[in-house]
């Protein structure tokens, strides 16, 4: 861990769609620098925190804080102002399908940078090299498979150099090698960036090989479970079910599940 | 913090076929920056066979730095330069790997049709006469389905069925009100001025109840619903489309002819003709309102319709509101399911199914009327 300062910090968050709670008293802090990944099984609302991070849903009970602003009660234009320090990738994508993966890329470069043209053009050239698009900047989102899509949304997120990177699910669909460079790709950005990652992620491989903290969410409880790094979890945590989705899931086939 | 420098870079030639590039200052936002148009005409006057990229005198540094590495890289890997970038930073060395790890894809020209093809009549007729073949495509498997249907064997849902009888009749109630009372009312006020001039001001009934009837009512309530459902129908199935949700359709066996369009296009064909009796009476209503401005009494407008109504007329709007039905559930549900993929896409296959669906009716009511004046019904 690079220093325990806490960049994110979740107090007491209850999250709730209306009167259905999905999951509440939630606690914990990420570090600066940290690549943090929230766990747990399918639909126990890994999304929906994700979510309430960003500010898209308010939490029901509690705070988010950032670098001990608190973001949950800061106004519009506060928000705005630290959303820009931020990179996302949604679950589902979200690239504007109406744009050509280059265009989808400079979008936030000719927001929020005075780049020139001729710039943009060679930021976006190597952000999608980055993920190993080059030369794809013609092309639609529709005109692409569903794992450079997924490649194309990471790439417009970094496309900022952001602070925080957010992430669900990105190496879902990819293959192995892609899915390795993915992972490779997100280590160096934090090194180069001194940025921090919070991810949702089901690959054991990611999960073990980059991820230096962890929160696990359970569906039965409603509540955090377990929270630290996850290759101590795997091995010390008190919690079967915790162990159980570490371990067992990683001697089986890992790509199965996701 | 040092106080920022302008990036810079210093081609300079070394031992052998090597030359050095050196980079220095802040190559970060905020800096004026560095083109590499600017090197490569140095690079090509050089032509060197390794290229050694020096970063010691390297300051603040970010994706501008790493945009123009990765220029510099193609280039070199394009004229078979060695790159050596071993004294740069770790971290640029390594983002500069993952960057170049996927050589970038070359996209495959396609000929584009120059302004003279495009122009070309010929074309611009086969691209017609093409579109009404997939029309007529369209509609035979449509027919199959409605087939199908009446035998017993299909894959249509009622309860899909009811929920768009709902959807395009009920809840058009207020539109299609507005309207066809509006219209009664022109068309009163039209015939009014030039019945005046003849002293037969009470013949705007009769203009009122045979023009709602065979003609206003019905086309009013079809443009009505072709700019309302067959845009729905469209922006619905374009959606599916976007999402796979036809594609799904299709591998669990389901033709989604009878899945998807021969319900919305039953719903229509139930709901349009109803409305337009609906249209109709509202028509005449608006009528009366204007005739009652003129000094005709209600009983005299009610006894002048009495005369000038007959089963005819209503039929002749009837059949044309189900001829009116088809066509736009068809241009909604075929704009639709041909859609591309994304919202773009999807934008123009509501556009389409409005603008085709109206060019279907004003054509379709051009002919039928033809047709009834030479069969004189
Ligand atoms: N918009 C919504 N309205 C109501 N309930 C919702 C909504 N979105 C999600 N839910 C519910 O919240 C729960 C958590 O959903 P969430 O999408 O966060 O799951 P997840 O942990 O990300 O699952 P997965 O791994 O499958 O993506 C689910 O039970 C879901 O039914
Ligand atoms: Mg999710």
Known sequence: MASSEAHISVRGVTMAYGARVIQQGLNFDVNRGDIFVIMGGSGCGKSTLLKHMLGLIEPAAGEILYDGQSFTRADTATRDAMRRRWGITYQSGGLFSAMTLGENVSLPLQLYTDYSRAEVTEVVAYKLALVGLGGYESYYPSEVSGGMRKRAALSRAIALDPQILFFDEPSAGLDPISSRLLDELIVQIKESMGATVVMVTHELPSIFGIATNSVYLDAASKTMIACGDPRQLRDHSDQPVVRQFLAREAAAEPEAEA | ?377
């Open chain 2, 1 to 377: 913090m040092s106080p920022p420098q302008a990036p810079a870079y210093q081609l300079s030639d070394g031992p052998g076929q090597s030359a050095t590039l050196s980079l220095s200052g802040d190559w970060a936002q905020g800096q004026e920056p560095v083109d590499f148009r600017d090197l490569r005409p140095e690079l090509v006057a050089l032509a060197p066979r390794q290229l050694l990229v020096d970063g010691d005198a390297l300051g603040r540094w970010d994706s501008l730095l790493m945009a123009f590495l990765l220029q510099c890289h193609n280039y070199c890997r394009a004229e078979g330069i060695e790159l050596d970038v071993s004294p740069l930073p770790e971290s640029a060395r390594q983002l500069l790997r993952v960057a170049t790890t996927v050589p970038p894809h070359e996209r495959p020209r396609e000929p584009r049709p120059g302004l003279l093809q495009r122009l070309n009549p010929l074309r611009a007729a086969r691209g017609a006469l093409r579109d009404i073949a997939e029309s007529m495509a369209f509609l035979g498997d449509l027919g199959i389905a409605l087939l199908n249907l009446c035998r017993g064997r299909s894959n249509t849902r009622f309860t899909d069925f009811r929920h768009f009888c709902y959807q395009s009749g009920p809840d058009a109630f207020a539109i299609i009100s507005l309207t066809s009372v509006l219209v009664g009312m022109i068309l009163a006020y039209l015939g009014a001025v030039q019945l005046k001039l003849f002293g037969a001001e009470i013949y705007v009934a009769n203009l009122v109840v045979i023009g709602m009837l065979r003609e206003m009512g019905v086309l009013m309530t079809a443009v009505v619903m072709a700019g309302r459902t067959g845009a729905a129908y469209a922006a619905q199935l374009g959606t599916m489309q976007t999402n796979e949700e036809i594609d799904a359709i299709t591998t669990m066996g389901v033709s989604p002819m009878e899945f998807l369009v021969v319900p919305r296009v039953l719903a229509l064909v139930i709901t349009l003709p109803l409305l337009t009796i609906y249209a109709d009476l509202l028509g005449v209503l608006g009528g009366a309102i204007v005739a009652g401005g003129m000094g005709i009494t209600l009983l005299q407008y009610v006894s002048q319709i009495e005369q000038a109504i007959s089963m005819t007329h209503l039929l002749v709007g009837l059949s044309k509101s189900v001829v009116f039905a088809v066509l736009i559930a068809i241009a909604g549900c075929r704009s639709g399911i041909q859609s591309g993929r994304g919202s773009a896409a999807v934008g123009n296959a509501a556009t389409e199914a409005v603008v085709t669906a109206l060019i279907y009716l004003i054509v379709a009511d051009a002919a039928i009327n033809i047709l009834f004046q030479h069969l004189e019904i």
